[in-house]
T-cell receptor, first 115, second 113 residues
Framework: ETGVTQTPRHLVMGMTNKKSLKCEQH?????MYWYKQSAKKPLELMFV???????ENNSVPSRFSPECPNSSHLFLHLHTLQPEDSALYLC??????????????FGPGTRLTVL | GENVEQHPSTLSVQEGDSAVIKCTYS??????FPWYKQELGKGPQLIID?????GEKKDQRIAVTLNKTAKHFSLHITETQPEDSAVYFC????????????FGSGTQLTVLP
């Protein structure tokens, strides 16, 4: 256990559905991240939140909508997805400080299949 | 932005042999380089990291070397064991405002018994 949990672990949805992915960290960290992991490709950073404020959106389509209600919880709301959005979605957290990047702790991921 | 190249994409070694995975990066301002191991059905887990003020770091059977001039760093695993079989990712810190990590494309390591 890394202290980062994600639910659900598996999700199958149609292109017209609306669903949400949830991430929770129990580490007292102040930064949280969403990554997309597709086969044969590097992890792609999607969103970064620092102290609940979104600090990065790496040109992610608007059909992905993040929400960070507090520093321990992170959501990814999904609507009208495409089959190419099928992937493993990973959440991570870290303790950001002025001294540079620190270890990111990853959750187990949500395996998303879009039909 | 940062670009990280990782080689090889697959690597098979006999149990007990050494394994080496290499990465290069493009942003000369990067100064943090972690290595992650991802087992099937799990998220990536940090196994070792190095900062730019050192050239080598070792933790039991795992070591990482960094050459800032050439902008490359390597993971070395000695006396490999079957449980070392996994996908390994290198990463480099992107010196943007949020200190993000840019990941390599991964190496599938298989240790043959």
């Amino acid at each position: 256990e890394t202290g980062v949990t994600q639910t659900p672990r598996h999700l199958v949805m149609g292109m017209t559905n609306k669903k949400s992915l949830k991430c929770e960290q129990h580490l007292g960290h102040n930064a949280m991240y969403w990554y997309k992991q597709s086969a044969k490709k590097p992890l792609e950073l999607m969103f970064v939140y620092n102290f609940k404020e979104q600090t990065e959106n790496n040109s992610v389509p608007s059909r992905f909508s993040p929400e960070c209600p507090n520093s321990s919880h992170l959501f990814l709301h999904l609507h009208t997805l495409q089959p190419e959005d099928s992937a493993l979605y990973l959440c991570a957290s870290s303790q950001q400080s002025g001294q540079g990047a620190n270890e990111q702790f990853f959750g187990p991921g949500t395996r998303l299949t879009v039909l | 932005g940062e670009n990280v190249e990782q080689h090889p994409s697959t690597l098979s070694v006999q149990e007990g042999d050494s394994a080496v995975i290499k990465c290069t990066y493009s942003d000369s301002a990067s100064n943090y380089f972690p290595w992650y191991k991802q087992e099937l059905g799990k998220g990536p887990q940090l196994i070792i990291d190095i900062r730019s003020n050192v050239g080598e770091k070792k933790d039991q059977r795992i070591a990482v070397t960094l050459n800032k001039t050439a902008k490359h760093f390597s993971l070395h695993i000695t006396e490999t064991q079957p449980e070392d079989s996994a996908v390994y990712f290198c990463a480099a810190e992107f010196s943007g405002s949020a200190r993000q990590l840019t990941f390599g494309s991964g190496t599938q390591l298989t240790v043959l018994p």
